[in-house]
């Protein structure tokens, strides 16, 4: 069961509708999909999007990131190239340099391989009994008031309850266009995503407005680099604090959670550099009872399957799925392991 080809491909799937947040505006989803090829005939896929932005990589770097290592997986057994993608090495090493998201996709399209080799699925590999129904939430773009008020009584008209609303630097709009969300769906948990727009001042001022409001929590609002700030913050709020681009790696989460500067965690594939990272965040955030997202950025239809895969089986940690891309699609994708109902997310 030795590699004998490994290809990329740049894909692209237009959007509904523009998605906006403090850090972006996209129309399309941009990304690499690596095709991974066996002796035996065994295919594995994994997808890396362009979110240059947050990890630092668009479609150049991850293709140069796959193409530097491709080398070193050929004619290697799918268990050993997976040790050796993940293998701490000097850090001149070429493994060591390419990026998370590069690495994310390798790390999917062999866990794949190595799962269709054992015939099981992904959930059952990565330790789950049986299948069970997943809720996602659905992002509303950055925008005016109205608009967003407008758009999310739509997600409420198509089944969607759990809203995760981008956010600017503007508080004075957030206030607003949260409390209008609030009392025109007063059933939605709304999960406020301000990534790293605010400051701490403005970020207490906005909790102060919100009292009397239920909010489920409030993702990023300060700098990632501000730990100090977001520590201030979390000692502040009766929201939750959600730390993302905070948190790449095991490292970054122990530091934000054994410093108490967030009260949950966003994993992103992306981020951390694929499942097996994923898995040793979500371990340790269960051994120390902290509860976490399931994020992603913009991506593809099978990072998102995995993604899904992941997320049944640690469903005792994970108390946010955010992995709405599919939702946002301007056409179904056939390439999906799930169907898409609404929030409702049933493996087909």
């Known amino acids: 069961m030795k590699i004998i080809n490994i290809q990329t491909e740049i894909k692209y799937i237009p959007l509904k509708t523009p998605f906006v947040t403090a850090l972006r505006r996209v129309e399309n989803i941009e990304f690499v999909r690596v095709i991974i090829t066996c002796k035996n005939g065994l295919v594995g896929v994994g997808e890396a999007p362009a979110t240059k932005a947050i ?171 501000d730990l100090e700030g977001l520590k201030t913050i979390t000692e502040y709020s009766n929201i939750p604090i959600l730390a993302d681009e905070a948190v790449f790696n095991l490292e970054d989460a122990k530091k934000v959670i054994e410093t108490k500067s967030a009260n949950m965690i966003n994993i992103k594939l992306m981020k951390c550099g694929g499942v097996l990272k994923a898995i040793e965040i979500l371990e340790y955030c269960k051994s120390q009872n902290i509860q976490c997202m399931l994020g992603s950025m913009l991506e593809g239809p099978i990072s998102i399957n995995i993604a899904l895969h992941l997320a049944i089986a640690y469903k005792d940690v994970i108390k946010y799925i955010d992995l709405d891309s599919p939702l946002l699609y301007k056409e179904e994708s056939q390439e999906l392991d799930f169907n898409f109902y609404g929030k409702n997310i049933t493996y087909k």
């Open 55 to 225: 990890t630092g990589e668009g479609i150049e770097e991850i293709l140069h990131s796959i193409a530097s290592i491709i080398t070193i997986l050929h004619n290697q057994i799918p268990t050993n190239a997976l040790e050796l993608l993940h293998e701490k090495k000097d850090n001149t090493d070429a493994i060591c340099l390419i990026g998370h998201s590069a690495k994310a996709s390798l790390d999917m399209a062999l866990l794949s391989l190595i799962a269709q080799s054992e015939n099981i699925p992904l959930f059952k590999y990565f330790g789950a009994n049986e299948m069970i129904d997943l809720q996602t939430d659905v992002t509303i773009s950055l925008n005016s008031k109205d608009v967003m008020v407008e758009d999310a009584k739509k997600a409420s008209q198509n089944g969607m309850d759990i809203l995760k609303v981008k956010l600017g630097s503007d508080i004075n709009h957030a206030i607003e266009v949260i409390q209008a969300i609030a009392k025109a769906l007063p059933t939605a948990k709304i999960l406020v995503d301000a990534n790293q727009a605010w400051d701490v001042t403005g970020c207490l001022h906005f909790i102060d407005a919100m009292q009397g409001y239920l909010i489920e929590l409030i993702e990023q609002p300060v700098m990632a680099s």
